[in-house]
């Protein structure tokens, strides 16, 4: 057990996917895998492992924003040893391309700070997804065939979903950015210190050009398109 997950130190899978709303984790977790068993409820930050195709999978929320991913994906790798650990999540589109619905794999996510950006000083750090990892992910997408399209390239992690600043959107637009969400530039720095794998699906489910904006009972099957795919990139040979 540690401070924010009461699992026993064996019930953390070496694969934890990590949507930031706990209740997105239950409904993955009853549609994906087979024997789930919550493994944490503290704070209602829902965590639950199983088995997809055999292998062990754990699925647990990590909140929204990166001081409370950074809590949960700290605990994961350190306490628990996760070795791959995959963000599925949803993100504001921001090029006209990329449109509702669309899926994002991140290749890189920038950030104007992280909480571990008190380590790197005067450094900008460029947090990536691991390749082997993101190369899976986008065969898995590929071979869906989905009507929305896969994007792959940077995105932008931001501390704030309500932005006071136009401006900075706008320059993220104007260096290609494909969209902006919450917590992957601090899943990034953790596994990269850690020496671990990871990476971040999102689906488009919001558009700072268009304004348009999915409602939440139009996320699931987008969500469970994302879920396949991560179980996928995850244990793809
Ligand atoms: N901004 C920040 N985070 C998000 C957004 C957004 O528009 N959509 C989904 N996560």
Redesign the pocket.
Known sequence: MTIHIGAQPDDIADVVLMPGDPYRAKWAAETFLEDAKCINQVRGMLGFTGHWNGHRVTIQGSGMGMPSLSIYANELITQFNAQTLIRI????GMQPHVKMRDIVLASTASSTSTPSSTIMRDLNFAPCADFGLLHKAFHAAEALNLPNTVHVGGIYS?D??Y?ERPDLDEQMQRHGILG???EAAELYTLAARHGRRAMGIMTV??H?LTGEALPSDQREKSFGDMVDIALKAAFAS
């Open positions: 999540g949803s993100c504001g931001s704030t979903f932005s902006v969400e919450m489910s919001d700072l």
